[in-house]
């Protein structure tokens, strides 16, 4: 019996859309290009022709350098269909990173855009094992001399012009892999996380658990490439919303974007408002259409609550909480008192949360590691099945996160173990003292962390607590007042030993255009400055 092609992540994403609703916008790019729903599928199916056409078969896997996002989403799209494992690659990876990853993925086909032609002109001669390379984009501004340009890569471009616009073929479903999705390689190479079609279809699941009008419009950046797409940009598709794309979404376009397209659902991390509101730009801007904020990836502080809601009062604030391996898993509205600040929500429909103890035992409550399931949760890390046992428990995601889980199933994230700090023989998590910092005026974002601690003729094992302050637009913070305000507030194993007032801190650069997840275990190198 032939399978449904409703069990193509492609398929479900797109075609339904445009057989339920042709005529609905689907798309904007950049304010200048707009798509229907039936419009878009027609573009992704001349681009899955075009990849047909180049010799692209079904289970292939296909190495994406991509950084325009219409260029990731018509090519992801299309990829999926035919049923192309899709290497969802980064664009703002070293040469040398982009190059073992490649290798390490097994890809024998590469497909990319124009802006990244320096790059690949470098890792090309390194990867006699891709056979195939095909662009898209048109002509290159990245600096590479075109008659440089191998004549061997194929112009998808011109074939998808040329190409069939009715479906393709379906080449994978269900249980087959859609994609490998990257972690963020903090330490080593990054690693690859499987994601087949069933489970991208169930985080693409994420906005039927929000509500949603029938002109909602979600917003967002250059971040939807990799995990991106099927945590943020597919679930907007799969749910009828309008996806409007930029290239930038940082917070002077946000400015611009947002009431130019009526934009009402956005999806962001906490230090993207501690940049939107720490200066005057966003003052007399009006951001009335947006009716929800979803915000994870970084504690929720009290405060930053206060100065979301203060400057969009008619928003729905939630908190989210999930991984690469397991998206958008928990999630809860904390503005209204239905979900306690400082939690991150339940599980979401037909997902599980719990926290296990040291010999794996459930525990209510109190402190453990926090254990995520459901049919969103990855298939494991490609080429490494210890590392995949270690983390996939009797159908649980054990992903290192310490957390909590209430007696009514609300979960509290605590943090990594790795960012916890020793002080005075007592562990405290740094978002503790970041949440202190931040409630202090002039305070716009602040970031804390433990460096070894200076015990005189022995090796410390204990720490000292590294807090960088940023100043909000129009103030001066000074070191000894915060440490004395911050006396009356933090109890003694939480007190920071040093306090440096900085412009920035260090974030991930997560092609956003805002700032990315702040980076804990690079604030000790603000010491150095």
């Known amino acids: 019996m032939a399978r449904s092609p409703y069990g193509n992540y492609g398929h479900a994403i797109l075609t339904a859309g445009a057989l339920r609703t042709p005529d609905r916008e689907a798309l904007t790019y950049c304010g200048e290009r707009r798509f229907t729903y039936d419009q878009l599928n027609r573009l992704v199916n001349r681009r899955a022709h075009a990849l047909l056409a180049a010799g692209i078969t079904p289970g292939q896997r296909v190495g994406a350098l991509l950084n325009e996002t219409l260029h990731v989403a018509e090519t992801y799209l299309a990829q999926a269909k035919t049923g192309v494992v899709t290497a969802a690659l980064n664009p703002y990876w070293p040469a040398d990173t982009l190059r073992a990853v490649v290798e390490q993925s097994g890809c024998t086909a590469f497909v990319y855009d124009s802006t990244v032609e320096r790059a690949v002109a470098e890792i090309r001669p390194a990867l006699p094992g891709v056979t195939t390379w095909m662009k898209v984009g048109g002509p290159g501004d990245g600096g590479v001399d075109p008659d440089t340009v191998d004549p061997d890569t194929v112009d998808l471009d011109a074939l998808a012009a040329e190409a069939s616009e009715e479906e393709p073929p379906i080449g994978g479903a269900y249980d087959d892999p859609l994609a490998l999705y990257y972690t963020s390689g903090t330490t080593g190479l990054p690693k690859a996380v499987v994601h087949t079609h069933a489970s991208s279809l169930a985080t693409a699941q994420i906005w039927l658990d929000v509500p949603r009008g029938p002109d909602a419009v979600f917003g967002t950046g250059a971040i939807i490439w990799g995990i991106g797409f099927p945590a943020i940009a597919g679930p907007a598709l799969y749910a009828?919303?309008?996806?409007?794309?930029?290239?930038?979404?940082?917070?002077?376009?946000?400015?611009?974007?947002?009431?130019?397209?009526?934009?009402?659902?956005?999806?962001?991390?906490?230090?993207?408002?501690?940049?939107?509101?720490?200066?005057?730009?966003?003052?007399?801007?009006?951001?009335?259409?947006?009716?929800?904020?979803?915000?994870?990836?970084?504690?929720?502080?009290?405060?930053?609550?206060?100065?979301?809601?203060?400057?969009?009062?008619?928003?729905?604030?939630?908190?989210?909480?999930?991984?690469?391996?397991?998206?958008?898993?928990?999630?809860?509205?904390?503005?209204?008192?239905?979900?306690?600040?400082?939690?991150?929500?339940?599980?979401?429909?037909?997902?599980?949360?719990?926290?296990?103890?040291?010999?794996?035992?459930?525990?209510?409550?109190?402190?453990?590691?926090?254990?995520?399931?459901?049919?969103?949760?990855?298939?494991?890390?490609?080429?490494?099945?210890?590392?995949?046992?270690?983390?996939?428990?009797?159908?649980?995601?054990?992903?290192?996160?310490?957390?909590?889980?209430?007696?009514?199933?609300?979960?509290?994230?605590?943090?990594?173990?790795?960012?916890?700090?020793?002080?005075?023989?007592?562990?405290?998590?740094?978002?503790?003292?970041?949440?202190?910092?931040?409630?202090?005026?002039?305070?716009?974002?602040?970031?804390?962390?433990?460096?070894?601690?200076?015990?005189?003729?022995?090796?410390?094992?204990?720490?000292?607590?590294?807090?960088a302050v940023v100043p909000r637009a129009g103030h001066t913070l000074d070191s000894a007042k915060l440490a004395a305000a911050l006396a009356d507030t933090l109890p003694a194993h939480q007190r920071p030993d040093r306090i440096l007032v900085v412009d920035e801190l260090p974030h991930f650069q997560d092609a956003s255009g805002g700032p990315g997840k702040l980076l804990r275990r690079e604030l000790h190198r603000l010491l150095e400055r």
């Open 240 to 467: 009828g919303m309008r996806l409007v794309l930029e290239q930038d979404w940082g917070p002077a376009n946000f400015l611009r974007v947002v009431p130019r397209e009526r934009v009402t659902h956005v999806s962001q991390i906490p230090s993207f408002y501690a940049a939107l509101l720490g200066s005057a730009e966003h003052e007399g801007v009006d951001l009335s259409s947006v009716e929800v904020i979803m915000l994870g990836g970084e504690p929720l502080t009290a405060t930053m609550l206060d100065r979301v809601k203060s400057r969009l009062p008619g928003a729905a604030v939630y908190s989210y909480y999930g991984q690469t391996e397991a998206p958008y898993t928990c999630m809860g509205r904390v503005d209204d008192g239905s979900t306690p600040l400082g939690s991150s929500g339940r599980a979401r429909t037909g997902n599980a949360v719990r926290v296990t103890g040291p010999t794996g035992e459930r525990v209510v409550g109190g402190i453990g590691e926090i254990n995520l399931a459901g049919p969103h949760v990855m298939a494991g890390y490609d080429g490494l099945p210890g590392r995949t046992a270690e983390v996939l428990r009797d159908g649980w995601y054990v992903g290192g996160d310490l957390g909590a889980v209430s007696d009514d199933g609300v979960l509290r994230v605590l943090g990594r173990r790795e960012d916890a700090i020793l002080k005075g023989g007592l562990w405290s998590q740094p978002v503790a003292v970041e949440e202190a910092a931040a409630a202090l005026d002039g305070v716009a974002e602040a970031g804390a962390a433990g460096v070894p601690a200076h015990v005189e003729g022995r090796e410390a094992v204990e720490q000292e607590i590294l807090l």
